[in-house]
C-alpha cells in the first residue's frame, strides 16, 4: 500500500491535503474493524464500563456530518439529527447503540464521507479561511481548516479506543 496526502484531482491542494487525512482515517478505520462479530461491535470493555465500538464509529460520523454541514455554511436538517444523533444522551455520554451492524454503521459512514468530498470538492483553498461556529451550544470558534484536521484527529482518537476493545475482547475470549 501507497500512503500520501495528496487530494482528489478536482480539489485545491491544501483542501485535498485535510480531505485525504480524513479519506485515510476512514479506510484505517475500516481496516482495524474488519472481521468484528456483533458481540465484539457492542462489547463495552471491561465490566460494561465504556463505550462500544458501535457507539465510538456512530460518534465519529456524527461528529463529521455536522463539520460536513458546518463547512457547507448550513444547519444540520432535523431528518438527518434524528437519523445519526443525538451527540450525547441525558447523561451526558455517547448514546446506547446496540445490535447495529458494522456493515450498517460503515455503510452509513461512507455516506457521510461522499458529502465530504462533494463539499471538499467545491472549497478553494481560500475558504479554508472562513470561520465557524461548534461545540455543543456552538460556544466554540474554528476555522474550516481546523475543522477538516479535527474530523482527521478525532477519529484517529477514537480508533485507539476501538483498538484497546479489541485486545480487551480477544483477552476475554482467549483469542
Known amino acids: 500500500m501507497f500512503y500520501d496526502l495528496r487530494g482528489e484531482a ?5 483542501v485535498g491535503m485535510l480531505y485525504s487525512a480524513v479519506k485515510e482515517n476512514s479506510q484505517r478505520l475500516h481496516q482495524i ?6 458481540e465484539e461491535v457492542d462489547y463495552k470493555g471491561l465490566d460494561n464500563r465504556f463505550n462500544s465500538t458501535a457507539q465510538l464509529i456512530k460518534h465519529i460520523m456524527y461528529v463529521d456530518l455536522n463539520w460536513v454541514y458546518r463547512i457547507k455554511g ?12 443525538p451527540m450525547i444522551d441525558a447523561n451526558n455520554r455517547l448514546p446506547m447503540v446496540e445490535g447495529k451492524s458494522l ?5 452509513d459512514y461512507k455516506g457521510v464521507l461522499a458529502m465530504l468530498k462533494e463539499t471538499c470538492v467545491q472549497l478553494k483553498d481560500a475558504d479554508l479561511d472562513k470561520v465557524v461556529s461548534f461545540g455543543h451550544e456552538n460556544e466554540k470558534q474554528a476555522t474550516v481548516r481546523w475543522g477538516l484536521w479535527h474530523m482527521a484527529d478525532h477519529s484517529r482518537y477514537h480508533q485507539a479506543h476501538i483498538h ?12
Open 164 to 175: 484497546l476493545l479489541r485486545k480487551w475482547y480477544n483477552e476475554k475470549n482467549n483469542l
Open 33 to 38: 474493524t474488519e472481521g468484528m462479530s456483533q
Open 10 to 14: 478536482k480539489m485545491s491542494p491544501i
Open 103 to 107: 456493515n450498517t454503521l460503515m455503510s
Open 74 to 85: 448550513q444547519s444540520l436538517p432535523p431528518s438527518l439529527k434524528e437519523q445519526f444523533g
